[in-house]
């Protein structure tokens, strides 16, 4: 494929922790004015979005929120897989904790079952879904950077183990924080994550989904890691039923990515206010005289 491959630094560590086997306490999150503390007000937002190399990939998201207001941590845990029809429900924590050291990190909870490594990093979790356990395994790391707001963000390979079948795919960690003083955005994050059929992807990220906001691209194509920081991800109109139909472009490469949202959709919010929105895609991705078909997922979030 003629494109120029771009050096990307890659933050790996083959080291795990032991898992936290605390449990959390009530449902009910304390009161936002509890008293006793000096842990910082702030919400931390970690997700993990898994897309499969098959030819209808399996699309797997997890979404943790953790809110830090002086004396408990308040959790909201959720996970959803994509179906024919509709995303399916696979986790959904309410909880509320003690702050601990590190307010920012996942903690094990209700069903939920971690792996994690250095910078407490997960390297692995597993949840029941209809009596089978649904085990998602990130592996090597193919390229990682910072997020908006300072922390590691990382695209790796990853295996999707439920029941029986096992799946190979790309695996998107996020994390983002916000001090509670500030004012949430008023436009959501964009995300799309990309897979072919034979092991390779990328995705598209925007800050903020809005009109001329610039665009990066982490992509794992023919073996070679690209990086992208200054793409063109224009709206165009999009079917009836759709959540959205977009052409990015790199001009000096001769790229073109066209995108569009299908059914099903899902809408929702949790209690601490966060909306976000999920959605499988399909794109056609165009390199000179080269067409390759890809699928995967759009998330749009407006947390933490």
């Known amino acids: ?22 449990r959390g306490g009530t449902d009910a999150a304390p009161p936002i004015d509890s008293v006793g503390s000096t842990a910082p007000r702030a919400a931390y937002l970690t997700s993990l979005t898994f897309v499969g190399f098959e030819p209808s990939p399996s699309l797997v998201h997890f979404r943790f929120e953790n809110l830090a207001d002086r004396r408990y941590l308040a959790l909201s845990y959720e996970g959803w897989i994509a179906g024919r029809d509709a995303w399916t429900s696979i986790l959904q924590v ?26 407490a990093k997960i390297e692995a979790l597993r949840v029941p879904v209809e009596g089978a356990p ?129 059914a099903p959709v899902l809408e929702t919010s949790t209690d601490m206010g966060s909306a976000y929105r999920l959605y499988p895609v399909s794109a056609t991705l165009l390199v000179g005289d080269e067409r390759r078909q890809l699928a995967g997922i759009g998330i749009e979030d407006d947390g933490p």
């Open 134 to 262: 649904l085990r998602l395994e990130a592996l090597d790391a193919i390229s990682s950077w910072s997020s908006s707001t300072g922390q590691r963000e990382t695209l790796r390979s990853a295996e999707l183990l439920l029941g029986p079948g096992a799946e190979s795919g790309l695996l998107l960690q996020r994390r983002r924080a916000r001090p509670l003083e500030t004012v949430r955005p008023a436009a959501p994050s964009q995300a799309f994550v990309l897979t072919d059929t034979i092991g390779d992807g990328m995705i598209i990220l925007r800050n903020r989904a809005v009109p001329d906001a610039p665009a990066t691209v982490w992509a794992w194509l023919d073996g070679q890691r690209l990086e992208w920081s200054d793409a063109l991800l224009l709206s165009l109109t999009a079917p009836d039923g759709s959540p959205g139909r977009w052409s990015l472009e790199i001009a000096r490469e001769g790229i073109v990515v066209e995108v569009q949202g299908t």
């Open 94 to 119: 309410r909880d509320s904790i003690p702050v601990p050291r590190g307010a920012w990190r996942v903690m094990p909870v209700g069903d939920l079952r971690l792996r994690v490594g250095g910078g």
């Open 1 to 22: 494929m003629a494109v120029a491959a771009v050096a990307v630094a890659a933050a790996c560590t083959a080291a795990c922790g032991t898992p936290d086997n605390r």
